[in-house]
T-cell receptor, first 114, second 116 residues
Framework: AQSVTQLDSQVPVFEEAPVELRCNYSSSVSVYLFWYVQYPNQGLQLLLKYLSGSTLVKGINGFEAEFNKSQTSFHLRKPSVHISDTAEYFCAVSARTNAGKSTFGDGTTLTVKP | EAQVTQNPRYLITVTGKKLTVTCSQNMNHEYMSWYRQDPGLGLRQIYYSMNVEVTDKGDVPEGYKVSRKEKRNFPLILESPSPNQTSLYFC???????????????FGPGTRLTVL
């Protein structure tokens, strides 16, 4: 079984400030990890993913995430946010032994204030 | 244009009346999946399909059926809908399963279902 915990349901931040959205996972096997973004009234879009190799993963829109196996975490970061980053962000995990099955976290709403 | 389409986009129905939500992709993707999104619960996977005639349960399959008779279509069937199936449903597809390089999961626009 696998699970995902997004530690913050809402994160308010001012424009141009740095932000970190936290994600912890649990799985009995090795996993793939993903971050998705959902803008209001839209579907989800992949931000970045960790499959293997370097633990620091860079994605679209200036986001990056670091896979920490010992802490079972995959936190998402951006050094300077924009108003347009206001959205809901989802962390997701798939087991390497059953990559078709995906488990998502409950989501973190990022609100960027001017 | 490469896309995942869902129909209908909005549906209000009554308890027990069978319904089908269609999902179609024009990208020749092998992998397709259905999710439901509820406030505070994120997305939960209902069913997924790694290829034609291959389907598997996600985390919340109860009350739903799917079929994958052809690569492009993956309909979601509610044989006897109940109010607790009121939700926002997303279909998604990708060339292969999520754990592959150069392989992004594309999401449809969503279907908002209300069961009275």
């Amino acid at each position: 079984a696998q699970s995902v915990t997004q530690l913050d349901s809402q994160v308010p931040v001012f424009e141009e400030a740095p932000v970190e959205l936290r994600c912890n996972y649990s799985s009995s096997v090795s996993v793939y990890l993903f971050w998705y973004v959902q803008y209001p009234n839209q579907g989800l879009q992949l931000l970045l993913k960790y499959l293997s190799g370097s633990t620091l993963v860079k994605g679209i829109n200036g986001f990056e995430a670091e896979f920490n196996k010992s802490q079972t975490s995959f936190h998402l970061r951006k050094p300077s946010v924009h108003i347009s980053d206001t959205a809901e962000y989802f962390c997701a995990v798939s087991a390497r032994t059953n990559a078709g099955k995906s488990t998502f976290g409950d989501g973190t709403t990022l609100t960027v204030k001017p | 244009e490469a896309q995942v389409t869902q129909n209908p986009r909005y549906l209000i129905t009554v308890t027990g009346k069978k319904l089908t939500v269609t999902c179609s992709q024009n990208m020749n993707h092998e992998y397709m999946s259905w999710y439901r999104q509820d406030p505070g619960l994120g997305l939960r996977q209902i069913y997924y399909s790694m290829n034609v005639e291959v389907t598997d349960k996600g985390d919340v399959p109860e009350g739903y059926k799917v079929s994958r008779k052809e690569k492009r279509n993956f309909p979601l069937i509610l044989e006897s809908p109940s109010p607790n199936q009121t939700s926002l449903y997303f279909c998604a597809s990708s060339l292969y399963g999520p754990g592959q390089n150069n392989n992004e999961q594309f999401f449809g626009p969503g279907t908002r279902l209300t069961v009275l």
